[in-house]
Nanobody
């Protein structure tokens, strides 16, 4: 089993930045693709960004493209989501997830492990 622990959320003004971290324990990210999802109050969980095991392939939702950057450091068993130019619409609980294959997918049901979530609130 793999456990994921997220950190880095908080309150920030519009236009500001936050960096989320996702630390894996129990096992490593050696062959895991990783994704970030978010869920706002009253809305369904949505895909934000994903990265392959090698880090060579990344994918972003249109709503965050150009503002967010996903990365990973397999040696540290940690994934990251750098969020810049934050907007109030980005307010949500952010979850990191991992799957047992190296290829990135955008469907939440295909991920095997999930973090507990971290709150990101962007004030206008």
């Amino acid at each position: 089993q793999v456990q994921l622990v997220e950190s880095g959320g908080g309150l920030v003004q519009a236009g500001g930045s936050l960096r989320l971290s996702c630390a894996a324990s129990g096992r490593t990210f050696s062959s895991y693709a990783m994704g970030w999802f978010r869920q706002a109050p009253g809305k369904e969980r949505e895909f934000v960004a994903g990265i392959s095991w090698s880090g060579g392939r990344t994918y972003y939702a249109d709503s965050v493209k150009g503002r967010f950057t996903i990365s990973r450091d397999n040696a540290k068993n940690t994934g990251y989501l750098q969020m810049n130019s934050l907007k109030p619409e980005d307010t949500a609980v952010y979850y990191c997830a991992a799957r047992n294959l190296p290829t990135v997918l955008t469907m939440a049901t295909l991920y095997d492990y999930w973090g507990q979530g971290t709150q990101v609130t962007v004030s206008s």
